[in-house]
């Protein structure tokens, strides 16, 4: 004989159990703050990226100065590939410049913020309403449900979409709520997170520098 389909939800959605009210609440509050999350992101992002830039400039500028100076003075096989290497760096330095401003990390961090802000207004309110409307009537829960969630859904059209990697780290930093991960998703997300924000730009500044350090070695060797 077969079991009787289960329609309970899963350990951490108990909020679908609930009223109306209280799933809403439960939107607003991971909502916020899933938004706050992509605006610190996207200003990590954006200052890590500014460092790489000035960074690569730098070694752009020593890589110049290299020849300049006599540090280092290849044959005369190698000077037109020296040059040629160096035109080459500098023109992906300016691709990669143009392509992080027009990212608009900074922007579009500030956008989230906003976002973030504007239904922080409405969990607040939502949650005035529930402590202390207390003997409000069906009726009138059912028109302030419909209020606040036709705000809500206004607010998330004025603003862009979050990333998944955003709301995957919000659930990894309250996984005390979501209790149905598992304890290797948290270590799984953080390595994503610094994967995606921060490990090209680290690459990107370090293995010149490893190259300009050779040079130098070599050549005073």
Known sequence: MKKPKSFDKPEGKEHLDKDFLEELKHKLWSTKGIRFYASDRLKKI??????????????????????????YNPSEQHQNLFAFSMTAISIILLIFSV?????????????????????????????????????????????????????????????????????QKFRADNMDYYKYLKWHYWWRIQIIYFYKTKLIYLFAMIIPGIILGYLIIKNVS
């Open 99 to 167: 392509f992080e401003n027009s990212q608009n990390y900074l922007v579009k961090a500030e956008k989230f913020h906003d976002c973030s802000l504007d239904i922080a207004d409405l969990y607040n309110e939502l949650q005035n309403f529930k402590t202390y409307d207390t003997k409000s009537s069906d009726k009138d829960k059912l028109e302030y449900c419909n209020d606040i969630q036709s705000r809500y859904q206004n607010v998330l059209r004025r603003y862009e979409n979050h990333d998944q990697l955003d709301r």
């Open 46 to 71: 954006s200052k890590i990226s500014n460092i790489c830039t000035s960074v690569l400039s730098v070694y752009l500028i020593i890589f110049g100065l290299l020849s300049v100076y006599n540090i």
